[in-house]
Nanobody, 123 residues
Framework: QVQLVESGGGLVRAGGSLTLSCAAS??????????MGWYRQAPGKQRELVAS???????NYADSVKGRFTISRDNAKNTVYLQMNSLKPEDTAVYYC???????????????WGQGTQVTVSS
């Protein structure tokens, strides 16, 4: 099994910044990890992708966060970061770390999730 431990959430005023961190550990299958990312879920809404990054460093962002959020990764530490700037009240949500790991049998991808960290942006 793979464990994802998140940190860095909290309360911030609009326009402020926060950095989230997520460290993966626990299994030799981490070597087959192909991407890490962050999702968020606001009350009454579906979980949505915020940003993701592959092993090769390719990134993908939700349109709503482009230009404000930056995802980065330390492959040696199996850790992913999300730098969030110019935060808005609509960024308020529980943020979940995600890791995608290749599965040999049957062939496919396993998704692992962190426990979630609350980000609250006050107006």
């Amino acid at each position: 099994q793979v464990q994802l431990v998140e940190s860095g959430g909290g309360l911030v005023r609009a326009g402020g910044s926060l950095t989230l961190s997520c460290a993966a550990s626990g299994s030799s299958s981490i070597g087959a990890m192909i991407a890490m990312g962050w999702y968020r879920q606001a009350p009454g809404k579906q979980r949505e992708l915020v940003a993701s990054i592959t092993n090769a460093g390719s990134t993908n962002y939700a349109d709503s966060v482009k230009g404000r959020f930056t995802i980065s990764r330390d492959n040696a530490k199996n850790t992913v970061y999300l730098q969030m700037n110019s935060l808005k009240p609509e960024d308020t949500a529980v943020y979940y770390c995600n890791a995608k790991i290749l599965r040999a049998t049957p062939a496919g991808v396993n998704n692992y999730w962190g426990q979630g960290t609350q980000v609250t942006v006050s107006s």
